[in-house]
Structures are given as structure tokens and as C-alpha cells.
């Protein structure tokens, strides 16, 4: 059972009181609370607005000398529209024989309003793994802190062509050519014997390994 609540007052003549139910002041108190926790969820929503766009790729030019070499690194500027901070701007070079060499994000500042620019490298270019000939970039893809990226493709006109010529390197990316092979054992075999051939190959070499698959009865594979 609820009481009264007793409230007194004095002044300089004497005290006076006031009485009021306990479950009035009990509903104030409530919504009071309730107000503020309103409120609060509100303005916390209102400040937690999440970034869910991609970054917009607005430019990009090669920064290294169209001819590169050995020491060398392959090296991009670029500029993209978005809430930021970037956190990565990556670029997908193929070479010859399709060698893949990416290109990351090094540096990034903003540049005006909305817009952040910055430039992305691959590693030092070296003669044995980076075979002489052209490099084109084929995919951009920028990403940004909150977890949104896009990818500008090959195909896009925001892409313009982007081709680097590596130089002075002596990489082998050219697969060895088969010119001959024949039987080296005798057509009849039996236990104790071995099915040997003999093959000539063109390569820069050296040559690691020919391998034969030999298939008999049963699908039997030796």
C-alpha cells in the first residue's frame, strides 16, 4: 500500500505542508528517466550515421617513367571521392605469361572536400622474377574505414590504359617445348624390367623434371 508523501516548507512566519500521493511522485520520477533515456538513444543514433558508400575512383595516371627496370618500382596516382579515411587502393598489374605483380597504397592525404589522393607502388622490380615486356593494370579496387570498397575493372572508362614496359630483366616465363619423344625399353616388358623414354625438349633451362602418365588395364596409372 502506497503512503503520502509529506512535503515541508518553512518560512519566517512558521511551516506549512503539503501532502501528496506517493505514486504521483513516483510517476514523475519515471517519466523523467524515460525522457532522457529517449533522448539519448536518439542523439546516439543521430551521431553513429553509417558510411555505407563505396569510394568513387575520380583519377588515376601513371607516376614512375613508362619505361622501367630492374631497381625500379612501378608507381600510380590516384584520387577517389568519399567519406574516408582510404584505407588501401590496390592495383592488379599483369605482365608477360600473365605474372600478377600488385601495386599497394603507400601514401594517402585529403585533397579537397570528400576527396582523398594518394599513391600506390609494387615491390622493387627485379631480373629474375619479372620477366622484360609490358605490364597493364587491369583492376582498381579502393576500400575505405568502414568496410566499403568498389572495383573499377579493365573494361571501365574510368580506367584509362595504364602500361608500364619492364626492361633489362631476364626472367623465363616461356614454357618448355616438347620436339621429340620415343620408347627407350623394349615394346615387350615383364617383371624386373622398366617402360623408359627417351624426349628432347627447347627451353632457356635447365630442366627440371618430364613427367609421363602411363595408363593400363583397369585404368591402371603408373
Not at 502506497?2 to 519515471?30: I, Y
Not at 625500379?72 to 599483369?94: A, H, Q
Request: aromatic share 10%; with cysteine.
Amino acid at each position: 500500500m502506497l503512503n503520502n508523501f509529506d512535503a515541508r516548507m518553512h518560512s519566517a512566519n512558521g511551516s506549512f505542508g503539503l501532502r501528496f500521493p506517493a505514486f504521483t511522485l513516483l510517476v514523475s520520477v519515471c517519466l523523467s528517466i524515460a525522457l532522457t533515456l529517449t533522448w539519448g538513444v536518439r542523439d546516439s543514433v543521430a551521431d553513429m550515421s553509417a558510411d555505407v558508400t563505396s569510394p568513387e575512383l575520380v583519377s588515376v595516371s601513371l607516376a614512375s617513367p613508362k619505361q622501367v627496370g630492374p631497381g625500379d618500382k612501378i608507381r600510380f596516382n590516384w584520387t577517389v571521392r568519399d567519406r574516408g579515411p582510404i584505407t588501401g587502393v590496390s592495383f592488379w598489374v599483369y605482365g608477360p605469361g600473365q605474372k600478377y605483380k600488385p601495386a599497394y597504397m603507400v601514401s594517402s592525404y585529403s585533397s579537397g572536400p570528400g576527396l582523398y589522393s594518394g599513391t600506390s607502388e609494387t615491390a622493387v622490380i627485379d631480373s629474375l622474377s619479372w620477366p622484360a615486356g609490358d605490364y597493364v593494370v587491369t583492376l582498381i579496387m579502393p576500400a575505405d574505414s568502414a568496410g566499403n570498397s568498389a572495383r573499377v575493372e579493365g573494361s571501365s572508362a574510368l580506367l584509362p590504359p595504364l602500361t608500364s614496359t619492364v626492361s633489362g630483366t631476364s626472367a623465363d616465363v616461356t614454357s618448355p617445348e616438347l620436339v621429340s619423344v620415343s620408347l627407350a625399353s623394349p615394346k615387350q616388358v615383364g617383371p624386373g624390367d622398366k617402360i623408359r623414354f627417351n624426349w628432347t625438349v627447347r627451353d632457356r633451362g635447365p630442366i627440371t623434371g618430364v613427367s609421363f602418365w602411363v595408363y593400363g588395364p583397369g585404368q591402371k596409372y603408373k
